[in-house]
């Protein structure tokens, strides 16, 4: 199995966290290979995923500022980087999965990694007339 494989299969069932983003860390994150692919690429449903998800999960309440996405189409792969609320952000979003894993840091020179995995959901039709959907 090749690492991508390895890496959306492992996404979508760990129950440690530290698994699927060690597999992105180590095996693709640190190959020059891999971040030659793809080309770079903007999704305002990306960003709002991560702005939204992010801000409930850290508490903070802030758009991720100099957001950089590579796609990566063949494996219809997102990957990139943010800064959210001052924090390092580095994230990878299977579009097909609609499933995701970012990784916030408390620094750039290290420290505490919080991973938070992350789903898109697209509501057939909103809970009640005039509704919007919220994380």
Avoid: N
């Amino acid at each position: 199995m090749d690492a991508i494989e390895a890496l959306r299969a492992s996404v979508e069932t760990a129950t440690d966290l530290e698994e699927p983003w060690a597999l992105f860390r180590d095996r693709l994150a640190s190959s020059s290979s891999f971040m030659a692919k793809g080309v770079p690429k903007k999704s305002s449903a990306l960003l709002e995923m991560i702005a939204t998800t992010f801000g409930k999960a850290l508490g903070v309440s802030a758009a991720p500022v100099g957001m950089k996405s590579i796609y990566v189409k063949q494996d219809r792969l997102w990957h990139g980087m943010c800064s959210l609320g001052g924090r390092p952000t580095v994230y990878f979003y299977f579009e097909d999965l609609e499933l995701g894993l970012a990784g916030v840091m408390s620094s750039l020179t290290g420290g505490r990694v919080e991973l938070i995995r992350f789903r898109r959901v697209v509501l057939s039709r909103p809970g009640w007339p005039g509704a919007r959907a919220k994380a």
